[in-house]
């Protein structure tokens, strides 16, 4: 059975949300029998030369009013102009009835911005580029929108993280449709050390500023990002931003989506996942300093969100440079 996979791009289009998925389902061929291999598509949203972000020309097979077939996997790939640029609702229209035409469909990096556009989101759960969270959350509010995270599958949905976690998704569709071994032999002939899991930490995304910096809530994130290893109870952060408990917890989540405590959670695991990544600092300590208060309840809090041990963590993202002889 052939799959098809198209992939949409327009003027802007940053190269590697295009060459790395295509390039994950080129690899694959050489593993797959004849009669079971990848057919790729790209599809512009004009006719003629598209110029992306880096100057690379790319020229589209087709223009989307031409692209009337049936696809195993629909993407919309990223570009820094998207947060800004409406491409249209011919365009828009098009990719509406392209999705009911396709088995899956999705985004690389902030192409999530088309599919909101297009009104393909609506409330499901989808990522994006880091620092684009807040524009989606703006354009979108409705979406569920997970920050944290290199990838997420809602039904038939499948969006990723910025720039190279087009390449991560795409593994992980290729897992689905013919197993890790085929998986993790396209990754060995990329060269890449290994698949990072969809619950990978995008870099620093909670050290994003969420609210105006003059308002009482930065103060609080400001104070939580100082204070890790202190108590950072809603008591304590209420008193700082000199509010009630009850006052301060509505205004906290109405400004930045999330509860205090699920802040304060994910900025310790930010910050801990630093420290495992470029340093050689014992993992009691990094769950001490961060404020996990001891390594297992670290290790339960890396095992829920990331499906990983600290230790396992830093095998897998260190540095060269990093030892591996730790414990947790």
């Known amino acids: 059975m052939t799959r098809i996979v198209c992939l949409l791009v327009f003027p802007g289009v940053q190269s590697l949300d295009v060459s790395g998925p295509m390039d994950v389902f080129a690899e694959a061929n050489r593993f797959l029998p ?87 989101i609506g409330d499901r759960t989808v990522t994006t580029h880091w620092n684009d969270a807040p524009a989606l959350a703006e354009l979108c509010p409705s979406a569920r929108l997970e920050v944290d995270r290199l990838y997420i599958q809602h039904g038939s949905l499948y969006t990723s993280a910025g720039v190279t ?13 013919h197993g890790a071994e085929v998986a993790l032999n396209v990754a060995k002939r990329l060269v890449m050390f290994v698949q990072r899991g969809g619950g990978q930490s995008q870099f620093s995304p909670y050290l994003t500023p969420y609210v105006e910096p003059t308002s009482p809530v930065a103060h609080v994130q400001q104070y939580v990002l100082g204070h890790l290893g ?26 930045t989506k999330l509860t205090p405590a699920g802040f304060v959670e994910s900025a310790r695991v930010d910050a801990a996942r630093v420290m495992l990544e470029d340093g050689t ?39 060269p440079t990093v030892g591996t002889a730790t414990q947790g």
């Not at 108590?231 to 000199?242: K, M, T, Y």
């Open 281 to 319: 600092t014992p993992i009691k300590r990094i769950a001490y300093e961060c404020g996990f208060g001891d390594a297992h309840n670290m290790r339960h809090v890396f095992k829920r969100r990331f499906g990983v041990s600290p230790r396992q963590y830093r095998l897998n993202f260190s540095s």
């Open 230 to 255: 202190k108590d950072l109870s809603v008591a304590v952060l209420a008193r700082v931003a000199n509010m009630s408990p009850r006052n301060f917890s509505r205004i906290f989540v109405r400004d």
């Open 165 to 177: 976690a087009g390449i991560d998704l795409s593994l992980y569709l290729l897992a689905q449709d």
């Open 34 to 120: 004849a009669d079971d291999r990848y057919q790729l598509e790209v599809v512009g949203s004009e006719a003629g030369l598209l110029a992306c972000s880096n100057g690379l020309l790319i020229q589209a097979q087709c223009v989307f009013r031409e692209a009337t077939g049936q696809y195993d996997l629909l993407l919309v790939a990223g570009g820094p102009p998207l947060v800004h640029q409406d491409l249209g609702e011919d365009l828009h229209a098009w990719l509406r009835s392209a999705v009911l035409r396709s088995r899956r469909f999705g985004s690389i990096c902030n192409g999530t911005f088309i599919l909101a556009r297009a009104g393909l």
